[in-house]
């Protein structure tokens, strides 16, 4: 059923992205001219060199006319044209009218009378204030890098060493004062040993005469239906059940110790839909993160899986493309915006970070540590430095021969989806000088990937599917093997021998990937919207639905 193939932002993409053809080069058609050709401006016909010509309609005065010179009406004609505010004609971009034709603001990256600064951004943070003054002790805004804490006299409650609720003070230079006392000071004192993962009897072993620590997790085990799993260090510091990762179908176990079973296959357990086209998803904590393109960021509170609910959104000034989440930040591949920081401390208040453009579109993102690695379209991919989040700044780059269309990271490695130019390796060891190992050319568009265990599993688009490549050798991957799906495989997520596929209009595919060169469909499910993205943790599938928002899905593995 591949004619209902979603005609939304897969389809723009496409447009994007362009086909796998080539063209002449140089981006201007028809623009061959025999030597030796006069060209006659003002007779009236567009002659080779010319961009247009209306004969005696041609003007220099007249708005949105062709000028004398035969070419097009633009900014720096000395003529107000459609779109524009103001033209002054000239090549001075801080005078009454800037050089892109508009009225000089606050923010448009130009110093105008009035103003101390402007670095064209709306950020509180940096050297230059959203309003054009420069930052400064004093101004209310903590200036990063540079101050702890701004105004002076501002307090805050900190947490002693010694157990002692105190307070600090921001100082005349905008530090923070002390917050005594000092840790040094505070000697152990003994107390009885409680469950709770401290030493607190000062024998320097946590939760000792309990039978485990607190949260940690034992040794391999099998269950009652012999599935193989882990034990955790319950709330009393005893060993709990023995919980596997996926939830095995039929056994009648709580195998991943979600109070649930599941019989067969998968059950929607919740949704939330969203204002813009759900393109991708993460989940880090008990927050989901949806890249919901013209809808900006939005955070998901999944707390309730049977409720989720919106707890905040980033309105974006492209088009949210992709997302991943490292600590309090999340990183969007914002189209044409390039990459955006934003700040998800507060899940119900995200805010602007920083953000740096891209040389091309920005379609996927993945971070690691210091480093966000974004798939550029055209330009391949992109580098960017996040040690400061507020000021990302592009390092290094690795051109691709296709559109590189998604990112996914491995130990020292960046796996990019290139559209038609395959399925790429990338050695990241060094972030500052990376360098491609190798491609394999699928017969599809590779719309996403997934490394595990010495295999990439690859959503081929309508062609092959999902294609699995043995990557041992990074050097020379082979195809190990490949399953048709009834869709468009544009999404993929790998773990524990199953691979969920997000088969586009077909819904979610489950493989059973523990033979990785003989995959086999394991189960099928109609998710109500289209599935372009997802992201699994444990038996629990989180999936970008396109206009139908965000499912949640508890799903079950066929057993051995």
């Known amino acids: 059923m591949k004619d209902r193939i979603l005609i939304i932002v897969l389809a723009a993409a496409a447009a994007l992205l362009g086909s796998c053809g080539g063209c002449d080069g140089n981006g201007t058609p028809d623009d061959a001219q025999e030597d030796g050709e006069p060209t006659l401006c003002g007779n009236g016909t567009v002659d080779p060199g010319e961009e247009c010509d209306e004969g005696a309609q041609n003007s220099d005065l007249v708005p949105d006319a062709c000028r004398r010179t035969c070419v097009w009406f633009h900014c720096g004609d000395g003529v107000v044209d459609r779109g524009e505010a103001c033209d002054d004609g000239n090549d001075v971009d801080d005078d009454e009218c800037t050089n892109a034709c508009a009225l000089p603001t606050c923010g448009n990256g130009a110093v105008d009378d009035g103003e101390d600064c402007d670095d064209g951004n709306a950020s509180d943070t940096d050297a230059c204030l959203s309003n054009c003054l420069d930052a400064g002790c004093g101004d209310g805004h903590v200036w990063e890098g540079e101050e702890d804490c701004d105004p002076p006299g501002d307090a805050e409650t900190c947490p002693s060493p010694c157990d002692i609720e105190s307070e600090r003070v921001c100082g005349e230079g905008c530090d923070w004062g002390e917050c005594a006392p000092d840790p040094e000071d505070c000697p152990c004192e003994p107390h009885d040993e409680l469950c709770d993962g401290n030493d607190n009897d000062c024998d320097t072993v946590p939760d000792n005469g309990f039978e485990c620590v607190l949260g940690s997790e034992g040794e391999a085990c099998s269950n009652t239906c012999g599935v193989d799993g882990r034990r955790l260090c319950g709330p009393e510091c005893s060993w709990g059940d023995c919980c596997a990762v996926l939830e095995v179908c039929g056994n009648g176990c709580d195998d991943d110790c979600d109070v649930a079973t599941l019989e067969t296959g998968f059950v929607e357990i919740g949704r939330v839909d969203t204002d813009g086209e759900a393109l991708r998803v993460v989940v880090s904590g008990s927050f989901a993160y949806v890249a919901d393109y013209g809808g900006g ?29 490292q600590e309090d930040t999340a990183y969007l591949a914002d189209g044409p915006n390039g990459l955006v920081a934003v700040d998800v401390g507060d899940p119900a208040s995200p805010v602007f970070r920083g953000r740096v453009g891209m040389p091309g579109q920005a379609w996927g993102v993945a971070v690691s540590e210091d480093y966000a690695y974004v798939a550029a379209d055209v330009e391949g991919l992109q580098v960017v430095d996040i040690a400061d989040p507020s000021a990302p700044s592009l390092v290094s780059s690795v051109d691709t021969i296709g559109n590189a269309y998604k990112v996914r990271l491995g130990e020292s490695r960046a796996y990019v989806a290139d559209y038609c130019g395959g399925a790429y390796i990338i050695d990241v060891s060094d972030p500052l000088g990376p360098e491609a190992l190798s491609y394999y050319d699928t017969t599809g568009k590779v719309q996403d990937l997934f490394p595990v265990e010495g295999y990439l599993h690859v959503a081929d688009d309508d062609i092959d599917g999902l294609v699995v490549l043995d990557i041992a050798d990074e050097y020379r991957p082979a195809l190990e093997a490949s399953l048709d799906t009834a869709g468009y495989a544009v999404g993929v997520f790998a773990e524990a ?16 990937a523990r033979d990785p060169a003989a995959p086999r469909a394991a189960g099928l499910y109609p998710t109500p919207g289209f599935a372009v993205g997802v992201f699994l943790v444990g038996s629990l599938a989180f999936v970008a639905e396109s206009d139908a928002g965000l499912g949640i899905y508890s799903f079950c593995v066929p057993a051995l």
């Open 297 to 325: 960021l939005v955070v998901v509170d999944i707390g309730d899986l049977s409720d989720p609910a919106v707890a905040g959104v980033y309105d974006s000034d492209g088009s949210a493309r992709d997302v991943d989440v």
């Open 497 to 512: 021998g199953y691979v969920m596929v997000a088969d586009n209009n077909e819904g979610l595919v489950l493989v059973d």
